[in-house]
């Protein structure tokens, strides 16, 4: 049976849907800044961090292609500085490998230089690496120049979900898996939530429910001005004698026609190496976020 704590006829202040990063993020942050605030989150899975947020890439990005200006880049900038602050602080592995932006063709080139503009105006301290800079540097990879951008690195992000979580409940936050939200009713004193487990009632909630979350604003009957066309993308890992054939993560020009970053080599936090991905429209959403690596 499920027991939360009630306050005055609520089962909290806030109720949050879905235990992956977003949502305990936001439990974290809420009950560091209001402290006394009760705060529940309920999440489907019988783990936290079982959908995207563990079949991830698991890069912290510096915000290179963002629009200059844009919330998007000020974000990213702000947001990979608060991560590795995190991570250092709270022991969860992380590392500065910083990454590559390679041009193999001479037609490339142009596009390489607006994007290294891009970098200066995103204040990322980009450095220019010419073929023979970048033969010195990553000896395995062949190209004509590139770009480096220091402050890119990877991390372990369900480590630092659990870490949030701790620090969360530490602070009183109550965490309930296995409940899967079924139904939402707002009336003007809160908001009622049906789940598979039983019904929990708040003054307010929010909803991090990632690839569900348009499935969620239905339910609340919320106008939505998009849709979610899931996309699978498929990487391959190198076998552990490739380990450490490169130092940064690697990457190419992107191909200003496609909406992707393009194939690319990433360390992981494990240790090992993956090449990807490519693109497949995705038939299911459960299957797109779940079958990241493939062996090689
Ligand atoms: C292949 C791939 C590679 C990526 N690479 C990177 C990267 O390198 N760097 C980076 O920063 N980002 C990367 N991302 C994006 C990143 O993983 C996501 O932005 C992030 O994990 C989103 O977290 P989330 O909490 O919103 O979603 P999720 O982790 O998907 O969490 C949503 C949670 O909501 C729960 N939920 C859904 N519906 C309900 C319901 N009805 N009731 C209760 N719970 C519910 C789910 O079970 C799930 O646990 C990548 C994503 C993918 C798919």
């Known amino acids: 049976m499920t027991t939360v704590q009630h306050h005055r006829g609520y089962d909290a202040d806030v109720l949050i849907v879905g235990g992956g990063i977003v949502g305990v993020s936001t439990a974290t942050q809420l009950i560091e800044r209001h402290p006394g605030l009760s705060v529940l989150l309920l999440e489907k899975e019988a ?12 890069v912290i990005h510096a915000g290179v292609y963002y629009a200059p200006g844009s919330l998007k880049a000020e974000f990213c900038r ?15 592995r992380v590392e500065q490998c910083g990454k590559l932006i390679v041009a193999t063709e001479h037609v490339e080139i142009e596009r390489l230089n607006a994007l290294y503009a891009r970098c200066e105006q995103n204040r990322l301290e980009p450095q220019m690496l010419d073929e023979a800079a970048l033969r010195e540097l ?10 480096r951008v220091a402050s890119s690195g990877i991390a372990d992000y369900p480590g630092m979900t659990m870490t949030m979580a701790r620090l969360a409940q530490e602070q009183g936050a109550q965490i309930l898996l296995n409940q899967r939200v079924d139904a939402l009713h707002e ?9 598979s487990g ?12 990632g690839l569900m979350a348009d499935r969620l604003a239905k339910m609340c009957n919320v106008d939505l001005d998009f849709r979610i066309v899931p996309f699978r993308g498929e990487y391959y890992r190198l076998p552990a004698s490739k380990n450490d054939i490169v130092k940064h993560l690697i990457y190419p020009v992107p191909d200003p026609e ?6 690319h080599l990433t360390r992981m936090i494990g240790g090992y190496i993956t090449v990807g991905p490519n693109a497949v429209l995705a038939l299911a959403r459960a299957g797109c976020d779940g079958g990241r690596q493939h062996g090689a």
């Open 47 to 58: 783990s936290l961090a079982a959908h995207q947020s563990s079949h991830n890439s698991g």
């Open 78 to 92: 702000r947001g990979a500085a608060a991560t590795y602050e995190f991570a250092r602080r709270h022991d969860v």
């Open 138 to 147: 990553e000896p395995r990879i062949a190209g004509r120049a590139a770009i």
């Open 187 to 195: 009336d003007e004193n809160g908001i009622t939530v049906e789940t």
């Open 198 to 209: 039983g019904r929990f009632r708040a003054k307010h909630a929010i909803v991090c429910a």
């Open 258 to 263: 496609l909406p992707f970053l393009g194939v």
